[in-house]
């Protein structure tokens, strides 16, 4: 049998074929698949982004800086604003608060008050429920 | 040299790129399809790894230097995506590219693409039995024509050293051939 030797044999071929039509759609099939251009609005919305960052930052230190100075003067109001709040909203009475003081307290508050005459004249007159204080 | 730097122009400028690459594509389909073909050896193995290679090209325009051809350039950005993808392709079955390769030609006569004879599917076969790089040369040698000027600039490998593959590998085939 004749030795096989390549550069002897006649060319041989890979012996591979291709669907019929295939090179016809395939410039389709990529173009399909192409990224596509980006618009330079891209750049200008980065742009945008950098200022909106910008601006949202110098907004956050001011404030900071205004609730800092707020936090600062609200020690003064602390007492006062305690004060009304519990006036408006406590559920506890007078009288509650009254059995809960000492009487050197209720005394110390009768001094302080230093209510004139006139000024109690005046509201026992305009008091239409004294009466129901008097017997109770 | 000239009409190719004026054609680089054209694909790397954004008004004329369109048809540019038109033209590209309608040049380079088909031997980039028979290079990749005969790497991978099943079409539609090859139809995926042709349109990787060409949508890379056209990512990457803008990165080619003009320091090889043109043509060099796209063969080495189509054997590269053809030898990873076989690689990928082996890793999933859990074996060698080689192993890969050989089962594939095994199967060749069930391929509907293959219509060779016996001497072409023996050949097939002898050129599976080769380590990775020599099949390589082998086929860009023999089936492709390509000289070693441009095959050297393609595989960064040296002309000598492509030279003396290919003849090691011609050797082994013949063995094969008369062996079988």
């Known amino acids: 049998m004749k030795e096989f030797r390549l550069d002897n044999e006649p060319k041989i071929t890979s012996g591979f074929k291709t669907p ?5 759609d395939l410039s389709k099939k990529i173009n399909a ?4 251009n980006e618009p330079k609005v891209i750049s200008i919305f980065q742009k945008r982004k950098t200022w909106f960052y910008g601006i949202a930052a110098v907004l956050a230190i001011s404030l900071s800086v205004v609730f ?3 936090s600062q003067s609200t020690e003064t109001l ?4 305690l004060e009304n709040y519990i006036a408006r909203n406590t559920t506890v009475s007078e009288y509650d608060l009254l059995e809960l003081l000492e009487k050197e307290d209720i005394e110390k508050i009768q001094i302080d008050l230093d209510i004139q005459d006139d000024i109690l004249e005046e509201t026992m007159i305009n008091n239409t429920n004294l009466e129901h204080y008097i017997i109770n | 040299m000239q009409d190719e730097k004026v054609f680089i122009a054209e694909l790397l400028n954004p008004k004329t790129q369109n048809e540019a690459f038109q033209k590209l594509l309608r040049e380079y389909q088909k031997p980039l399809y ?21 949508i890379k090209v056209f990512q990457n325009l803008k990165n080619f230097k003009g320091e090889s051809k043109l043509f060099s350039w ?4 189509a054997t590269n995506e053809a030898i990873s993808f076989l690689n990928q392709k082996a890793k999933k079955n859990n074996t060698t590219s080689e192993e890969l390769l050989s089962k594939i030609v095994d199967n060749l006569k069930a391929d509907s693409y293959f219509d060779g004879d ?3 599917f023996k050949l097939q076969k002898a050129i599976a039995n080769l ?3 020599q099949q390589l040369v082998f086929k860009m040698k023999y089936f492709e024509e390509i000289k070693y000027e441009d095959m050297s600039e393609i595989l960064g490998t040296s002309v000598g050293a492509l030279k003396a593959s290919y003849h090691h590998a011609v050797k082994k085939i013949e063995e094969f051939m008369n062996g079988n």
């Not at chain 2, 796209?74 to 950005?77: A, C, E, L, T, V």
């Open chain 1, 78 to 81: 602390d007492a006062e604003f």
């Open chain 1, 68 to 70: 800092y100075q707020q």
């Open chain 2, 118 to 120: 016996e001497i072409q």
């Open chain 1, 33 to 36: 698949n192409l990224p596509k």
């Open chain 1, 20 to 24: 019929e039509g295939y090179f016809d």
């Open chain 2, 131 to 133: 380590p990775e790089k």
């Open chain 2, 74 to 77: 796209m063969y080495r950005i």
């Open chain 2, 34 to 54: 028979n290079h990749i073909r005969n790497i991978v050896l099943n079409h539609d193995d090859a139809d995926d790894v042709l349109q990787n290679t060409f």
